[in-house]
C-alpha cells in the first residue's frame, strides 16, 4: 500500500507541475490572446469589447499569482478558456467533441496492435529455431517502415487507385450524427483504412520486443524447473514465461495509451480524421494558444492516468513490488 500512495503522491506533483507550467508558458510569451483575435478580425474593437474580450479570457487581473488562483479555480471547474479560431465556442466543447474520434479509432487499434503483438511474440519465442524465424525478416522491414509512408501508400493504393475505402473525414457528410445503424456503418467504413494502417504499422514493434523478452526468460532457471516439473507447455510460456517478459512491455502499453488521448497526429492529418491530433494540428496553425493550451494539459493527465494505471498493474504482475510494500 505504502508502495502505491508514494506513486500517487509523486503523479500528484507531476499534475501539479504540469499544470503550472500550462499556466505559465502563454503568459510568458509576447502578446495575449486579445491581440491574436483582433488580428484575426482585421479591425479594431472600442474598449468596451476589449475589456469584455480580456474578462472572457482572465486577463483582467494583472497580478500573476491571481491571475494563477483564477485559473485554477476555472479548471476546477472544467472551463479551459475560449477557443480563438472558433471563438466564442468553448475550449472543453471542442476537446469533448474531438476525443471519442481519436479514443475509437487510435485507442481500438492501439489495444488490438498490443494483443496481436504480444500473443505473436510469445509464440515466436516458443517456437524459436524452427521455421518461424523466417518471419522475422518481414517483422523488422514493418517495423521500420515509417508510418506516414506506409499511410499514404496505402492511400494511394486502396483509396485512390482501387477506390476501396474513403480517405478523407470521419463519416459521410449527407448523414446526420446519431445512433443510427447507417451512421454507425459509414462511421466504421472511413476508420476502416486508418484503423489498418495503425495496426500494420505498430504490430511488428509489440512482436519484436515481447519475443526478444520471452526468449531470455525461457532461459532462466525457473523456467527450466516448470520444464522439468512436467507442468503443461501452455501452463509454462503463459504463466512463467509470458507473465514475466510482458512486465516490461506494460510501461510502454501504458505510454502508448497516455498518447491516445493525445491522438496520432500523423493518422489524422493524412486522412482529415476530427480527433485530437487533427484539432490540435488546426490549433497549431491558427495560432489558437488557448485550444494548444487546454489539449496540452488533457494529454498530460492522460499520460499521467496511464502511468499510474501501469504502477497498479505492475502490482499484481510483479510478486517483488508486493514484497517491496512490507
Not at 28 to 52: H, K, Q, S, V, Y
Given at each position: 500500500?505504502?508502495?502505491?500512495?508514494?506513486?500517487?503522491a509523486?503523479?500528484l506533483?507531476?499534475a501539479?507541475?504540469?499544470?503550472?507550467?500550462?499556466?505559465?508558458?502563454?503568459?510568458?510569451?509576447?502578446?495575449?490572446?486579445?491581440?491574436?483575435?483582433?488580428?484575426?478580425?482585421?479591425?479594431?474593437?472600442?474598449?468596451?469589447?476589449?475589456?469584455?474580450l480580456?474578462?472572457?479570457?482572465?486577463?483582467?487581473?494583472?497580478?500573476?499569482?491571481?491571475?494563477?488562483?483564477?485559473?485554477?479555480?476555472s479548471?476546477?471547474?472544467?472551463?479551459?478558456?475560449?477557443?480563438?479560431?472558433?471563438?466564442p465556442?468553448?475550449?472543453?466543447k471542442?476537446?469533448?467533441?474531438?476525443?471519442?474520434?481519436?479514443?475509437?479509432?487510435?485507442?481500438?487499434?492501439?489495444?488490438?496492435?498490443?494483443?496481436?503483438?504480444?500473443?505473436?511474440?510469445?509464440?515466436?519465442?516458443?517456437?524459436?529455431?524452427?521455421?518461424?524465424?523466417?518471419?522475422?525478416?518481414?517483422?523488422?522491414?514493418?517495423?521500420?517502415?515509417?508510418?506516414?509512408?506506409?499511410?499514404?501508400i496505402?492511400?494511394?493504393?486502396f483509396?485512390?487507385?482501387?477506390?476501396?475505402?474513403?480517405i478523407?473525414?470521419?463519416?459521410?457528410?449527407?448523414?446526420?450524427?446519431?445512433?443510427?445503424?447507417?451512421f454507425?456503418?459509414?462511421?466504421?467504413?472511413?476508420?476502416?483504412l486508418?484503423?489498418?494502417?495503425i495496426?500494420?504499422?505498430?504490430?511488428?514493434?509489440?512482436?519484436?520486443?515481447?519475443?526478444?523478452?520471452?526468449?531470455?526468460?525461457?532461459?532462466?532457471?525457473?523456467?527450466?524447473?516448470?520444464?522439468?516439473k512436467?507442468?503443461?507447455?501452455?501452463?509454462?510460456?503463459?504463466?512463467?514465461?509470458?507473465?514475466?517478459?510482458?512486465?516490461?512491455?506494460?510501461?510502454?502499453?501504458?505510454?502508448?495509451?497516455?498518447?491516445?488521448?493525445?491522438?496520432?497526429?500523423?493518422?489524422?492529418?493524412?486522412?482529415?480524421?476530427?480527433?485530437?491530433?487533427?484539432?490540435?494540428f488546426?490549433?497549431?496553425?491558427?495560432?489558437?494558444?488557448?485550444?494548444?493550451?487546454?489539449?496540452?494539459?488533457?494529454?498530460?493527465?492522460?499520460?499521467?492516468?496511464?502511468?499510474?494505471?501501469?504502477?497498479?498493474?505492475?502490482?499484481?504482475?510483479?510478486?517483488r513490488?508486493?514484497?517491496?510494500?512490507?
Amino acid at each position: 500500500m505504502r508502495y502505491l500512495l508514494r506513486k500517487v503522491a509523486l503523479y500528484l506533483f507531476i499534475a501539479w507541475s504540469a499544470i503550472t507550467l500550462n499556466f505559465l508558458i502563454p503568459r510568458l510569451m509576447p502578446g495575449d490572446p486579445i491581440d491574436l483575435l483582433t488580428e484575426r478580425i482585421e479591425g479594431t474593437l472600442d474598449p468596451a469589447a476589449l475589456a469584455a474580450l480580456r474578462e472572457a479570457y482572465g486577463l483582467t487581473e494583472t497580478n500573476l499569482l491571481l491571475q494563477y488562483r483564477d485559473y485554477l479555480g476555472s479548471l476546477f471547474s472544467g472551463d479551459l478558456g475560449l477557443s480563438i479560431a472558433y471563438y466564442p465556442v468553448p475550449v472543453a466543447k471542442i476537446v469533448a467533441d474531438a476525443m471519442p474520434w481519436t479514443i475509437g479509432l487510435i485507442g481500438i487499434t492501439t489495444v488490438i496492435s498490443f494483443i496481436i503483438g504480444t500473443l505473436i511474440g510469445v509464440l515466436l519465442a516458443w517456437r524459436r529455431g524452427s521455421w518461424t524465424d523466417h518471419l522475422l525478416p518481414i517483422l523488422t522491414f514493418l517495423n521500420a517502415i515509417p508510418y506516414f509512408w506506409l499511410a499514404l501508400i496505402l492511400v494511394l493504393i486502396f483509396g485512390v487507385n482501387l477506390g476501396w475505402f474513403e480517405i478523407a473525414g470521419g463519416y459521410d457528410p449527407a448523414l446526420t450524427p446519431g445512433w443510427s445503424a447507417d451512421f454507425i456503418g459509414s462511421v466504421l467504413y472511413y476508420a476502416a483504412l486508418p484503423a489498418v494502417t495503425i495496426v500494420l504499422a505498430s504490430f511488428a514493434g509489440w512482436v519484436m520486443g515481447m519475443r526478444n523478452m520471452t526468449v531470455t526468460i525461457l532461459g532462466e532457471d525457473y523456467v527450466t524447473l516448470a520444464e522439468a516439473k512436467g507442468l503443461p507447455k501452455r501452463m509454462v510460456m503463459f504463466g512463467y514465461a509470458a507473465r514475466n517478459a510482458i512486465l516490461p512491455s506494460v510501461t510502454s502499453f501504458a505510454l502508448s495509451l497516455g498518447a491516445v488521448v493525445g491522438g496520432s497526429m500523423l493518422t489524422e492529418v493524412i486522412f482529415n480524421y476530427p480527433g485530437i491530433g487533427y484539432a490540435l494540428f488546426t490549433a497549431v496553425q491558427n495560432q489558437d494558444f488557448p485550444l494548444m493550451q487546454g489539449m496540452f494539459l488533457v494529454i498530460s493527465f492522460a499520460v499521467i492516468i496511464a502511468n499510474l494505471a501501469a504502477d497498479v498493474i505492475y502490482v499484481f504482475l510483479d510478486p517483488r513490488t508486493r514484497q517491496e510494500q512490507a
